[in-house]
């Protein structure tokens, strides 16, 4: 017997169906399928990964469209999960910023306790800084005037802003006086520019504190 061959290159024992991947065989006089097997309808979608019909088999995951009782609902989604910031000392983070700046660091100690704190991110923006001891300014919903006190944030350090399509976080330096730098990376954020962020990622202000941002999920 002569194989045919689809579209995709496969070469076929049947000219009216690929016996490769499914599709049709152009130019086939052949039967559209088995019998009783009613043509693909248009628009005719994989119920497993939602990929359009084009033959018997779906060409992403191999789902058979014509054997009874192998379609199967398509996946939900993965849920998008609640962020939220963890507030630590960070040992490590603390001694690379001893070692960048000097001696003069050093009478900045590292906190014996220092409680691990989450905030959930919400809302169109989470600011990070500590608030002024006798201003009318809100307190930033990260605030990190202590006990123990980081003296090398600032008032207003650094915001985290939420995605336009609500896929994730990122942060922004608007001026700090000390900088936002992230994953232990040695140079600080450019001024006024969002950055994104991944999970796991850690921002770094002041001289001991980083703030993970993390995804829950739900």
Do not use: K
């Not at 306790?113 to 989450?118: G, I, M, Q, S």
């Not at 008032?155 to 232990?184: C, E, F, K, R």
């Amino acid at each position: 017997m002569t194989a045919a061959r689809c579209r995709h290159g496969h070469d076929s024992e049947t000219d009216d169906f690929c016996d490769e991947c499914g599709v049709p065989i152009a130019g086939s006089s052949g039967p559209a399928g088995p019998v009783g097997t009613p043509d693909p309808e248009p628009d005719e979608r994989c119920p497993r990964c939602g990929s359009p019909r084009t033959g018997r088999f779906c060409e992403e995951d191999g789902h058979d469209f014509l054997v009874s009782g192998s379609a199967a609902p398509a996946p939900a989604p993965p849920p998008n999960g609640a962020w939220v910031a963890a507030v630590e000392a960070d040992r490590r983070y603390y001694e690379s910023v001893v070692a960048r700046e000097g001696p003069d660091i050093a009478e900045v100690t590292f906190p014996n306790y220092y409680p691990r704190a989450e905030i959930p991110l919400d809302g169109d923006e989470v600011r990070i800084g500590r608030r002024r001891v006798n201003g009318s300014t809100p307190p930033p919903q990260v605030d990190l005037a202590g006990p123990p006190l980081d003296p090398g944030v600032s008032h207003l350090h650094a915001v985290l802003l939420p995605a336009a399509d609500g896929s994730g976080w990122s942060v922004l330096d608007p001026g700090s006086t000390n900088g936002t730098t992230i994953n232990y990376g040695d140079d600080p954020i450019a001024i006024d520019t969002r950055v994104p962020l991944r999970p796991g990622d850690r921002v770094h202000v002041g001289a001991f504190t980083t703030i993970v941002v993390e995804q829950r999920p739900i």
